[in-house]
């Protein structure tokens, strides 16, 4: 089964320092890697999305994503935070049901804190 | 832009009451997902629907059925609410078969406190 990985509860980043925020999958067969934020109290919100082609992503807000085969990674940077990004941040993979739909496989999330 | 209505933010049930939570999508989306939050568990699917009347259980549906009698609104069904159901529920609609990779779509969630 695929599976992402979040190794960090929580990042902490001054304000216009870069950020990045760590995410490992493991798959068979080529990833389909997405990354969401959600703000308090709200639902979640696509960032951006890797299928195909180039390496660096790029999504909404000023975020971009990393994606590294042969570290099986996909990291979302940015590399000027501000406080309004302070999020919590879910890294998610394309997986296939066993009765052909798709549905996608969430890691257990980052909270992001940026300080003034 | 495609507009997913989880009609309660936060709702407060009583243990062995019936609990609906109801999800509408607007972009004629064949695919609904119901899943619920933990703090350090994620995201866990509970049930998918692919169409009008079609479901399927997937990862946590002890507890939990679902309603799709209309193509945009997808309900949860708590049989007999217990405390471990406290949770933040996520409803999340996809359209079917149009594009690889399109991303789920999310409503603002829905914080329900079983007492």
């Known amino acids: 089964a695929q599976s992402v990985a979040q190794p960090e509860d929580q990042v902490n980043v001054a304000e216009g320092n870069p950020l990045t925020v760590k995410c490992t999958y493991s798959v068979s067969g080529n990833p389909y890697l997405f990354w969401y934020v959600q703000y308090p109290n709200r639902g979640l919100q696509f960032l951006l999305k890797?299928?195909?082609?180039?390496?660096l992503v790029k999504g909404s807000y000023g975020f971009e994503a990393e994606f590294n085969k042969s570290q099986t990674s996909f990291h979302l940077k940015k590399p000027s935070a501000l406080v309004s990004d302070s999020a919590l941040y879910f890294c998610?993979?394309?997986?296939?049901?066993?009765?052909?739909?798709?549905?996608?496989?969430f890691g257990t999330g980052t909270r992001l804190l940026v300080s003034p | 832009d495609v507009k997913v209505t989880q009609s309660s933010r936060y709702l407060v049930k009583r243990t062995g009451e019936k609990v609906f939570l109801e999800c509408v999508q607007d972009?004629?989306?064949?695919?609904m997902f119901w899943y619920r939050q933990d703090p350090g568990l994620g995201l866990r699917l509970i049930y998918f629907s692919y169409d009008v009347k079609m479901k399927e259980k997937r990862d946590i549906p002890e507890g939990y059925s679902v309603s799709r009698e209309k193509k945009e609104r997808f309900s949860l069904i708590l049989e007999s609410a217990s405390t471990n159901q406290t949770s933040m529920y996520l409803c999340?609609?996809?359209?079917?078969?149009?594009?690889?990779?399109?991303?789920?779509?999310f409503g603002d969630g829905t914080r329900l406190s079983i007492l």
């Open positions: 890797y299928i195909t082609g180039d390496n």
């Open positions: 999340a609609s996809l359209p079917w078969g149009r594009e690889k990779g399109q991303p789920q779509h």
């Open positions: 972009m004629d989306h064949e695919n």
């Open positions: 998610a993979v394309r997986d296939i049901m066993n009765t052909g739909f798709q549905k996608l496989v």
